[in-house]
């Protein structure tokens, strides 16, 4: 069994979790996840992040605003995320960003606030999780303008943008995508991606790897994200879960080194 898994990115207060949560995150240590950094969508998600984290010892909180929901957003949430940052297990701004497959809030609306949190994290020192779904070209212009430190969640990017994002000092952010069928571009970018700079992610409860697609994802399923990208890297699973480890570390400097 692998160890040293580190979800750096899912949704545990979602309501697909509301019935079993406490099974769910105990049971996680016992399948090798040695942490969790739940990502807000929204303000309400964000607080419910911190309680998870104050309630288990392996999950840390990102906490932000998706672009799903910045259409609510207003100047005292920024107050309130930037007390939020206080925290000791809040590590990162996420999730932020673009959605322009959706469009939920208006794209102006949505870049108005996704430079905003930008500001936010660079004013906290904090790297941030960015969403980005049809809006490669914005997403990029934008991390050119405000330089943050972070990742690119669920890239799904060309080659081209994975080496622009490198090129940034950013981590690529990779999960249950590069399993599917058809996952040509998420794989070669597997391929590409140093090392040192890939980060592994769940989404769940959503993006759930081959075999298990269709059921609820939880993060003991990385296993299998991992697998398909170490073959594609010619190293063993545990070898890339050992290093994604250490990469999670180093950007979230929050977490004490474990
Ligand atoms: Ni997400």
Known sequence: MLKNIF???AHYDDEDFLLDLDDVLTSLELKGVCGVINNAANMESARQSIKLAE???NIWAAVG???HDVKDMTDADIDELREMSKHKKVVAIGEIGLDYHYNFSAQDVQIKWFERQLELANELGLPVFIHDREAHADTLELL?????KGVIHCFSGSVEMAREILNL???IGLGGAVTFK???TPVEVARYVPLDRLLLETDAPYMTPVPFRGKRCTSDLIAYTAEKI???KNISAQELCDATKNNTLTLFSKIEKF
């Not at 050119?144 to 943050?148: A, L, M, Q, T």
Request: no cysteine; hydrophobic share 20%; charged share 30%.
């Open 65 to 67: 605003v998706h672009p």
């Open 169 to 171: 000092g950013m981590y």
């Open 230 to 232: 170490a073959t594609e």
């Open 144 to 148: 050119k303008k405000h330089r943050p």
């Open 182 to 184: 058809n996952a040509k």
């Open 7 to 9: 979800d750096t990115h």
């Open 55 to 57: 309630k288990y010892a």
